[in-house]
């Protein structure tokens, strides 16, 4: 059984950075692709970032040059770096190996 557990969410005013955590427990993560989606209120849940087993990384065209997806296999957990933060990134966050999900971080981003 694999738990991901997200961490690292909260309130931050426009143009400020967080840094959200995917820690991984119950299964060695290097060999998987791991992803990051968000969902805002009333909106369908939506793809962020991605980085894969080799390090290669995708981003949604909404963040991309904002959001850094990175892992670190030795922890088994995935960052997501996130920069000049806007309000339309207010969301909760959350990761996703395979099949499983977390239970989500919040981020709400303030004018």
């Known amino acids: 059984q694999v738990q991901l557990v997200e961490s690292g969410g909260g309130l931050v005013q426009t143009g400020g950075s967080l840094r959200l955590s995917c820690a991984a427990s119950?299964?060695?993560?290097?060999?998987?692709?791991m992803i990051w989606y968000r969902q805002a209120p009333g909106k369908e849940r939506e793809f962020v970032a991605t980085i894969t087993s080799s390090g290669s990384t995708y981003y949604a065209d909404s963040v991309k040059g904002r959001f850094t997806i990175s892992r670190d296999n030795d922890k088994s957990t995935v960052y997501l770096q996130m920069n000049s933060l806007r309000p339309e990134d207010t969301a909760m966050y959350y990761c996703k190996h395979n099949q499983y999900w977390g239970k989500g971080t919040q981020v709400t981003v303030t004018t």
């Open positions: 119950g299964r060695t993560l290097s060999n998987y692709n």
